[in-house]
């Protein structure tokens, strides 16, 4: 079967600490990855995406995630943290054969001053 | 236009009234796509338009949803005899042509129903 997993559905750092969201996906081929993050009232903006290419992949604001494809992981991280990133961010795959984005659970990133 | 639009951004409806959501999406987007997101969860896939033609439908939760996109921009969801399991954010999603590139989707701001 085909599936997203996020590992944790809240994560808290301080500001100025690097940033580890977790994801796993369960597929027989290679999708194509994303990273969405949804602030408060707002619509889920893309933070990147991996499309075959490069495995590490440089995001907007900071963000990078790294396709491991012996792990099936592609978590998302940033060195220092802002308050600014606080949000829901979610981890998305494109599977082959279907057209529509499948969407993990999400994930709250809380930034403590 | 700038972005994807949605309306109307909130919508209160009484348990068995009809609702309307409009989506408007970037000028020239061939793909068009619905999802709901139910409060904590991540969105759900609900339909797919290429131009005019819904192509797949299989996310729709009942019979009661419908979705249509007569001219291939403009879309509206239906959702008739509302029920409080309904009450979620709705989304819309813009593509050029998802279908041949997986190329990138654009988010609406979401219209937030609740079903009284």
């Known amino acids: 079967a085909q599936s997203v997993t996020q590992l944790d559905s809240h994560v808290s750092v301080s500001e100025g600490t690097p940033v580890l969201l977790r994801c796993n996906y369960s597929s027989s081929y290679s999708p194509s990855l994303f990273w969405y993050v949804q602030h408060p009232n707002k619509g889920l903006q893309l933070l990147l995406k991996y499309t075959s290419a490069a495995t590490l992949v440089k995001g907007i604001n900071g963000f990078e995630a790294e396709f491991k494809k012996s792990e099936t992981s592609f978590h998302l991280t940033k060195p220092s943290a802002h308050m600014s990133d606080a949000a829901e961010y979610f981890c998305?795959?494109?599977?082959?054969?279907?057209?529509?984005?499948?969407f993990g659970s999400g994930t709250r990133l809380q930034v403590q001053p | 236009g700038a972005g994807v639009s949605q309306s109307p951004r909130y919508k209160v409806a009484k348990r068995g009234q009809d609702v309307a959501l409009r989506c408007d999406p970037i000028?020239?987007?061939?793909?068009l796509f619905w999802y709901q997101q139910a409060l904590g969860q991540g969105p759900e896939f609900l339909t797919y338009?290429?131009?005019?033609?819904?192509?797949?439908k299989s996310g729709l939760p009942s019979d009661r949803f419908f979705a249509e996109r007569p001219e291939g921009s403009v879309s509206t969801l239906k959702i008739q005899r509302t029920q409080q399991e309904d009450s979620a954010v709705y989304l819309c999603?813009?593509?050029?042509?998802?279908?041949?590139?997986?190329?990138?989707?654009?988010f609406g701001p979401g219209t937030r129903l609740l079903v009284l």
């Open positions: 999603a813009s593509s050029f042509n998802f279908g041949r590139n997986q190329e990138t989707q654009y």
């Open positions: 000028s020239g987007h061939v793909s």
């Open positions: 998305v795959v494109f599977f082959t054969g279907r057209r529509a984005l499948t």
């Open positions: 338009f290429q131009n005019e033609a819904q192509l797949d």
